[in-house]
T-cell receptor
Framework: SQQGEEDPQALSIQEGENATMNCSYK?????LQWYRQNSGRGLVHLIL?????REKHSGRLRVTLDTSKKSSSLLITASRAADTASYFC?????????FGKGTRLHILP | DTGVSQDPRHKITKRGQNVTFRCDPI?????LYWYRQTLGQGPEFLTY????????KSRLLSDRFSAERPKGSFSTLEIQRTEQGDSAMYLC????????????????FGPGTRLLVL
């Protein structure tokens, strides 16, 4: 079963704009991770945020976590063509890692 | 290259045949995970190992699936009597374990093995 659910399912934006995608989950978690997957390839870890953290930055990425709402958001600033990919959130609880269905992001030139 | 590797990258087989996939994790990682991913979906957890011990198996892992990690290093995933519904990308990931919190840390994924059952 998949706990995390990303929103939107698909997103197209112009290069240079910011992209925001959201993840909602159902049960309490220990940490939440975001991954990127380019077409037909393996997943690449982007960022991990722990349940006691509210915000985290890494380069052009900003992740927030609201445990009261059981939701997280991933913001990619100043998007580039290379950011075109699928983005997945993964919730971690009691050694279980569960991925959502992903957001397909397409950056338009 | 010290990343996670998987072999083969592609496999085409006929229904009813057995297939075996191999995963070589990052050497210092004690945890190894197998996932299955179908088109348009996120990875679905199948099973994971800590060292050589298989700690959990998903209900998705039917009797036809078996995984091993005999020496706590590489792992194999075997599918017996393959069915067309087994067609998917099979992903392997490895990670270390945060000994403070006990949580699995960042997972490093291999490129996957794409299986097509005809």
């Amino acid at each position: 079963s998949q706990q995390g659910e990303e929103d939107p399912q698909a997103l197209s934006i112009q290069e240079g704009e910011n992209a925001t995608m959201n993840c909602s989950y159902k049960t309490s978690i220990n940490n939440l991770q975001w991954y990127r997957q380019n077409s037909g390839r393996g997943l690449v870890h982007l960022i991990l945020i722990r349940s006691n953290e509210r915000e985290k930055h890494s380069g052009r990425l900003r992740v927030t976590l609201d445990t009261s709402k059981k939701s997280s958001s991933l913001l990619i600033t100043a998007s580039r063509a290379a950011d075109t990919a699928s983005y997945f959130c993964a919730t971690v609880r009691d050694d279980k890692i569960i991925f959502g269905k992903g957001t397909r992001l397409h950056i338009l030139p | 290259d010290t990343g996670v590797s998987q072999d083969p990258r592609h496999k085409i087989t006929k229904r009813g045949q057995n297939v075996t996939f191999r995963c070589d994790p990052i050497s210092e990682h004690n945890r190894l995970y197998w996932y299955r991913q179908t088109l348009g979906q996120g990875p679905e957890f199948l099973t994971y190992f800590q060292n050589e011990a298989q700690l959990e198996k998903s209900r998705l892992l039917s009797d036809r699936f078996s995984a091993e990690r005999p020496k706590g290093s590489f792992s194999t995933l075997e599918i017996q009597r393959t069915e067309q519904g087994d067609s998917a990308m099979y992903l392997c990931a490895s990670s270390s374990r945060d000994w403070t919190s006990g949580d699995p840390e960042t997972q490093y994924f291999g490129p996957g093995t794409r299986l097509l059952v005809l």
